[in-house]
């Protein structure tokens, strides 16, 4: 499931000639990240299991209609065999953001459950769009994730509370 899930402001109250900035924020948890562990990632390396996917969508909101969006993207885990004599196990993850950035190398097992797990989007929408007055915005977000050796195939879905901006 998703926890966490929250919409955050640049600021309350916007004039109509600015940008809204806002930030959407969620983490996965249950048992896909309770199953992102070296031992699970050793046992799955074997098995020539060496990724985990996540697609994701996030939006914002007013009213059921959408404002923004990111469209699908996917962030994926890699398992891979390490020769770096720092990482404390020889399979170690990679994970793989959705922006076409450089792998990162987590330095940590709970690094590598939050680099995979924990997402926060950025949105940029114009104050002229939304109109004077005061708007009440929601986010929304959906991840799916497909069968591996130690996990089923699986979903998850979630609101936010509303975030209210005034735009003068």
């Known amino acids: 499931?998703?926890?966490?899930?929250k919409v955050i402001p640049e600021a309350r109250e916007y004039k109509l000639?600015?940008?809204?900035?806002?930030?959407?924020?969620?983490?996965?948890?249950g048992g896909l990240r309770e199953s992102f562990i070296p031992d699970v990632w050793t046992v799955?390396?074997?098995?020539?299991?060496?990724m985990v996917r996540l697609a994701m969508e996030s939006s914002i909101s007013r009213g059921g209609k959408k404002l923004a969006s990111t469209g699908k993207e996917v962030r994926r885990?890699?398992?891979?065999?390490s020769r770096d004599p720092d990482l404390p196990y020889r399979i170690w993850a990679a994970i793989i953001h959705e922006d076409g950035s450089a792998p990162i190398i987590p330095v940590s097992?709970?690094?590598?459950?939050?680099?995979?797990?924990?997402?926060?989007k950025s949105f940029e929408i114009p104050a002229a769009s939304?109109?004077?007055?005061?708007?009440?915005?929601?986010?929304?977000?959906?991840?799916?994730?497909?069968?591996r050796t130690y996990i089923e195939k699986g979903s998850a879905s979630g609101k936010s509370g509303a975030v209210e901006l005034k735009i003068v």
């Open 130 to 147: 939304l109109g004077r007055g005061t708007h009440k915005l929601t986010g929304s977000a959906d991840v799916k994730w497909g069968r």
């Open 17 to 29: 000639d600015e940008t809204v900035r806002l930030k959407l924020g969620f983490r996965v948890v």
């Open 44 to 50: 799955s390396w074997e098995d020539n299991d060496k």
């Open 109 to 120: 097992v709970e690094d590598a459950k939050s680099q995979l797990l924990d997402v926060v």
């Open 1 to 5: 499931m998703l926890a966490d899930l």
């Open 77 to 81: 885990g890699k398992f891979y065999w």
